[in-house]
């Protein structure tokens, strides 16, 4: 009888080891994936906003001055050890280095009052179309970030 407690201890030790290895291993690659979907996200919309015009003075994307531009990154918020015990791995992107209210208009659109006949990009008088960066920026990511983390956790496997 002692035998079997004995090997049942040692295979208990041994799937501990590999749990803690596995999760380990899962949590390197979740910080890798979310680092990622974080950098391409602030990508997407960097090329949105150089990229999504408004047919102002013939312009091809929205930038002026540069700042709205230049204020799009993308940086870790936090990553903490939650109350459960979970490692907690969150990055943001966006306009995180500055924000103007002006980013919110040309994002949303906004009724134009200088603008007094339809322009290149569809939008009516009076109106500026919505150049959707984050919103375009957040539908790819998000998606993305769903298929690489489970592709990562398929792909992990029980090493």
Do not use: C
């Not at 949105?48 to 091809?60: C, D, F, K, L």
């Not at 936090?78 to 994002?107: K, M």
């Amino acid at each position: 009888m002692a035998k079997k407690s004995t090997y049942f201890t040692d295979d208990l030790k041994q799937f501990k080891t590999l749990l803690t290895n596995y999760t380990s291993g899962l949590a390197d690659g979740a910080r890798d994936i979310t680092e990622n979907a974080a950098k391409d996200g602030a990508a997407i919309m960097r090329l949105v906003v150089a990229t999504s015009g408004t047919g102002w003075e013939n312009r091809q994307g929205r930038i002026e001055t540069g700042e709205m531009y230049n204020d799009i990154d993308a940086a870790p918020r936090e990553e903490r050890i939650s109350a459960r015990g979970n490692s907690v791995i969150q990055w943001e992107f966006g306009w995180i280095n500055g924000f103007e209210d002006y980013y919110r208009y040309q994002e949303e659109g906004f009724n134009n009052i200088w603008k007094s006949r339809p322009s290149a990009d569809g939008g009516g008088p009076r109106h500026t179309l919505p150049m959707n960066a984050y919103a375009t920026a957040y539908t790819e990511i998000s998606e993305r970030f769903k298929n690489d983390m489970r592709a990562y956790v398929n792909k992990k496997g029980w090493d």
